[in-house]
């Protein structure tokens, strides 16, 4: 504009000279000189009165009529500036992409004056340089000089890389870097997520030492209408992408740390962690509060360090921690699955529901102090940038994951040693004479028995057909990111050939690894069950009745001795007259047995405790075939609506006689 206002000052001298030296020149020549000046002008106020409007510095009912200006009264309000009007010109408000985009729109609207276009398309390409300037940088270098905030792409300068260990919420990547949508001129409308992940990506790069990007580029467009605008960010963002790329699968082996990740969470031969459970069984049986999670850290390091372990070869290994989470599984998950849909933008809900979340965590602590078995979790450290992949965001779908199973293999290992005590025990090897007692037994051994297979089915299901096919279809899209040229076999369930499908370059991203690695834990998570409030609730109750039968069962031993009453002998001393026949390890075991009813250990026999056991059998009995029904039908449904991997569970549970037994009917 000012070079078009000196041009004009120009003109008034040349044509002052003209006057005095040419008797000849007329008013009339005077205007046809000044027209196309004049034209020129008056566009330029027009712009100018629209950059104030969008300032708030003028109001639209001052903008005066096009046929009656006067050419020195708009030169001299554009010196003045802010004495056009009331206001102050300090109030910026139409700055970079605004002032960009407003030109942008002139230039369309004026598109048949000839006159008016080359002026805003000299307009536009001047004051697109700055622009370009700065975008040039940010492609190319990964840097942002923006004095004015006047960029796209904007910086939240409190966000360093050193806070991405404790950031839940993965700020670094997620937000350090945003596009300020207000500030986007059209031409970039379509391009603002590759220019923000160029840039991006090269940050990473440049922080990381991978690559010299200190040198200055040449050669680079200064302006829309640039024949290689459009290349020049594509090359970026591809130049960007790929060395990322580079720098996370090549340098930094994210392969290898996902099959690490893959023994330690989702227990994948790990032989070595069910000897560190057994090994920890009496400390992680103590409340929570009680457990020395010191010990547990160097049980762990002593497991992973054993020579012939999978874990001894692991380069990773000493980046594993124990950890003991305050809330149960179920708590913690629900706690989560509660969250869905409040606004994270809203201070006053998020507030709100803190407190609430806080209240219900201080009674549910209050009710029940879990055991270390059900707070025991696992915690991965990952090194920059393959936090970026692995992130904090992951590490807590993992845990979820482990605590899941880890719950299931502890139900498992608890029913299976109520069932090798009772093998040791004598009342219940002992076969009674009476019917009543033995029927009993033998529905007591059926319900446990049928509990057993639910647990090892609902395991299997979790390992076999959820987290290992999830977890192969990850590592199938990080072999094709590796080998991008190489075609990809997909396998097939019901055939033994592959079929070969071409990669696309456009999925071939940083940013679709990441979504990928989320993706396949959300699934993972959906397809367990662990996404949806009633299964939740189901299967917490499933569990719980199956370990409140276990502990149930445990200690009937020494009700049985009182309930059985072929056992009423053990009240008396054994005679070596009525004992001859026995081996002498059941006269000792006779002798034992009778010590210890002589020291109160086993109760006197009692006719009335036989109808209370069976009592007791028949409530756990009506207890596991109806929620196990419920679960069934709510598996159906969610398999109809939400995924349909959930009708194999269901045909696991149905057809592995977990189901209710009509034998003792």
């Known amino acids: 504009m000012r070079r078009l206002l000196k041009d004009y000052l120009i003109l008034v001298a040349q044509l002052e000279s003209k006057i005095s030296d040419d008797s000849t020149f007329t008013l009339h020549q005077m205007h046809l000189s000044l027209m196309p000046t004049a034209n020129s002008i ?10 104030l409007k969008k300032n708030a510095l003028v109001q639209d009912d001052l903008e005066e009529s096009l046929d009656d200006f006067d050419a020195d009264n708009i030169i001299d309000r554009l010196r003045e500036g802010g004495d056009l009007v009331p206001g102050s010109m300090s109030k910026k408000k139409c700055i970079g992409g605004h002032v960009l985009a407003l030109l942008t729109q002139r230039l369309i609207t004026f598109s ?15 004051a697109s340089k700055p622009y370009m300037f700065m975008l040039n940088e940010w492609l190319h270098h990964g840097g942002i000089k923006d004095p004015h905030d006047e960029f796209l792409v904007g910086e939240r300068q409190s966000i360093k890389r050193e806070r991405l260990n404790e950031d839940y919420t993965d700020e670094y990547w997620d937000k350090r870097y945003y596009i300020r949508e207000k500030e986007i001129p059209p031409q970039l409308a379509s391009l603002k997520d590759k220019i923000l992940l160029a840039g991006k990506y090269l940050n990473v790069v440049r922080e990381c030492g991978a690559v010299n990007i200190t040198s200055s580029i040449t050669s680079t467009p200064t302006a829309f209408d640039d024949p290689r605008f459009i290349d020049n960010i594509n090359t970026a963002y591809s130049f960007a992408n790929k060395e990322l790329l580079s720098l996370i699968l090549a340098k ?49 390091d002593l497991v992973i360090h054993q020579p012939g372990s999978i874990a001894a070869s692991d380069p990773y290994k000493d980046d594993v921690r124990v950890g003991l989470n305050e809330l149960g599984l179920v708590p913690w998950l629900m706690k989560i ?69 880890l719950s299931l ?70 072999t094709a990111l590796e080998n991008p040229d190489a075609p990809q076999s997909r396998p097939t369930s019901s055939c033994h050939f592959t079929t070969s499908t071409p990669t696309s370059n456009d999925t071939q991203t940083v940013d679709s690894l990441i979504q990928s690695h989320l993706d396949m834990l959300d699934t993972s998570l959906k ?40 056992l009423s002998w053990i009240t008396e001393p054994p005679s070596q007259t009525t004992k001859s026949d026995q081996t002498l390890p059941q006269i000792h075991r006779n002798f034992e047995i009778f010590s210890k009813a002589r020291n109160g250990e086993i109760p006197a026999f009692d006719a009335s405790r036989m109808a209370k056991i069976e009592d007791t059998l028949t409530k756990h009995e009506e207890y596991f075939n109806r929620h196990l029904k419920v679960l069934i039908d ?32």
């Open 42 to 51: 008056s566009h330029l106020y027009s712009v100018a009165q629209e950059l």
């Open 112 to 126: 048949g004056d000839p006159a008016a276009k080359m002026i805003l398309e000299m307009l536009l390409r001047e």
């Open 252 to 300: 930094s082996s994210l392969r290898t740390r996902l099959i690490s990740i893959q023994h330690y969470f989702f227990l994948n031969r790990a032989e070595f962690f069910l000897y560190f459970l057994e090994l920890s069984n009496s400390e992680l049986s103590k409340p929570r509060r009680a457990v020395n999670a010191g010990k547990l850290q160097s049980l762990l």
């Open 337 to 405: 699955v509660n969250v869905q849909g409040l606004d994270a933008d809203d201070p006053m809900q998020m507030q709100s529901y803190n407190m609430s979340s806080a209240n219900a965590d201080t009674s549910t602590t209050q009710e029940k102090e879990i055991t270390g078995h059900e707070a025991l979790e696992l915690d991965y450290s990952v090194p920059f940038p393959l936090s970026l992949i692995i992130s904090r965001k992951t590490i807590t779908r993992y845990q979820l994951i482990l605590r899941y199973t």
């Open 409 to 478: 293999r502890h139900l498992e290992q608890t029913l299976l040693e109520s069932w090798s005590d009772h093998n040791k025990a004598y009342s219940w090897t002992h076969h009674s004479k009476s019917r009543r007692i033995e029927t009993w037994k033998r529905r007591a051994w059926n319900l446990r028995a049928r509990m057993l297979v639910f647990v090892q089915q609902m395991l299997f299901y979790a390992t076999s057909e959820v987290l290992e096919p999830q977890f192969e279809k990850l590592m199938t899209k990080v």
């Open 527 to 566: 397809d367990l069950g662990l996404t949806q409030s009633k299964l939740l609730k189901i299967l917490s109750k499933m569990t719980a009745g199956c370990t409140m039968f276990s502990n149930y069962t445990t200690n009937l031993t020494r009700t049985l001795y009182s309930a059985d009453p072929s």
């Open 634 to 665: 709510t598996l159906n449904y969610y398999a109809a609506t939400e995924t349909v991997t959930l009708l194999g569970l269901c045909g696991r549970l149905m057809g592995a006689e977990v189901q209710k037994r009509d034998e003792f009917e």
